[in-house]
């Protein structure tokens, strides 16, 4: 059985580019027992992808350079020599970026594609929603008539945030990167105030503006000097849940920035850094709250969608530029 | 009645100096009902009172320019006209900085000088034993095995945070700036190690070699490059507990550090601000525990005292010089 995959033909210094893969042609061994056959439907691109890309100690081992790269795919059985799936099944795992690949039937996840279209598992009921779920109520704990700041709003992520943040009866305040992006987290998203940080000269003045009452929660997944305006707007008692860093993550050398843990002292602030694995054992709790809040239309959810395989470099190195509105997928 | 006061003369620029500080003779008014006359023993000086000093929005009001400078401090009673007390009682209370000071009864403290030494109620068993006992084991949550690293190890908080860390049976690493202080740590507060900042030129490697497990609890007094340098070192799910930040109080306008924000994040890290005074309801329990400590041997404790109530604003300024080993007091 032949196939196409792509590995990481090098590790970037800096922002990833489309050098740093390459495509390969490859033939797949036959199936052993307890194997499934996989044909890739949906391939997701995350930001931590990123970390994997670079051989720094971290929560997931780094990809290996001439090895492929490996992500969160929805798939469909091809074959199937296990007899927990068979084929027709769509099924839910982390797989290499490859046409064709073969899995361990017990690593994967069955889905249930009644329930929500297949790509949803890859963003509002999967990782990046179950993120927000346990980002947001676990640790940033918002009260209502508390005002949220979500930065990265538009993306996979911010997109779910922002709209449990209004759930629990709070004031909601996005950061993104254009025009479009805020026009539509306004209107369909039910945010209240979003800044455009690239237009925005001031963002100081501008969170104080969008934030009349200070900043009980932020949910951060961009970091950098988005994160610096924000914190000099806490509150007492405020949270910070830390989720991503995107715009740090490119960096050849950890770059400065003002000291802020005076504001986190005197304003006794938290701060707290969290992966989603860590709540592994909930997860059947927040799908099941997320498909709830889905089907009485109280979530929206958005896609950004390339199609075809050749297309995931392009897909993930635009995370990193914004291309993206709400979770970004590759069709296969 | 005649007293001597020391009020704030001028708001200081960076470090505070002598001349922030005016002596002023006063004539006290008569007593009302509900009120003491008091003869302070013991005055405390502390960082905190750094940012009073400053006009800045913060968890305590600022000191009023041209009124008296005020904190913690140990009092006998020389005149009563509250049912409350009785002259000669020792009491505790934030009083003005004067030879003789006006306070209503029911804002002060009726203090035990059986139990222990009464200064001991400005240390070990008041705000900075409490610090140190709320900050550590409700924050920081240490385990046995568990590394525990503590900056201003030295100080009046570090002290009782390095033996706390002990009871709970932990490997407690310090950081102090003197090796008159690295070697009382050693041999009186069973510091397992301690690095002398001010003449070590690589905090990183020096860190490394003393947390070999790296660190799972940093209870930061100083912030800065020490703290820059203990959060490289943090291990999965560290927790830093935000005391003080006194390299940094004196800064005109705040400094730049490395953004270590992306650690936090891939380390699943907690960084918590928090004041003794959010433990107010508690503060029965941590006074109960840390006397049983201190009268069982295991708890030891450490006093600088000058004597003289015109050394106030000496021993403050020797508190960002690092002058004093453990609580620095007045005798007055």
Known sequence: ??????????????????????FENIALPALKEGEVLLEPVYASVDPYMRGRMSDAKSYVPPFQVNAPMEGGAVAKVLESKSELLRAGDMVLGALPWATKSIASAEKLQKIDASL??????????GMPGLTAYFGL??????????????????????????QLAKIQ??????????EE??????????????????????LDTALKA?????????????GGE?????????NFHARIVLCGQIALYNETAPSSGPRFLPMILTRS??????????????????IQQLVKWVKEGKLHYQETILEGFDRLPEAFLGLFSGENKGKMLVKI
């Open 137 to 162: 109520l676990d640790i940033g704990k918002p009260k209502a008539g508390e005002t949220v700041v979500v930065s990265g709003a538009a993306g996979a992520v911010g997109l779910v945030v922002g």
């Open 269 to 286: 602030a938290l701060i707290q850094g969290f992966i989603v694995s860590n709540y592994s054992e909930r997860f059947p709790e927040g």
């Open 226 to 234: 988005i994160t610096d305006a924000v914190i000099r707007n806490i």
């Open 169 to 178: 009866g709070c004031r909601v305040v996005g950061l993104a990167g254009s």
């Open 116 to 125: 929500a279209p297949s790509s949803y598992y890859l963003g509002i009921l």
């Open 210 to 222: 969008a934030c009349p009452s200070g900043v009980d929660v932020y949910f951060d997944n961009v």
């Open 1 to 22: 059985m032949e196939a196409t995959q792509i590995v990481l033909a090098s590790r970037p210094k800096g922002t990833p580019t489309k050098d740093n893969f390459r």
């Open 181 to 202: 992006k805020v026009a539509l987290l306004k209107a369909e998203f039910g945010y209240d105030e979003v800044i455009n940080y690239k237009t925005t000269k001031d």
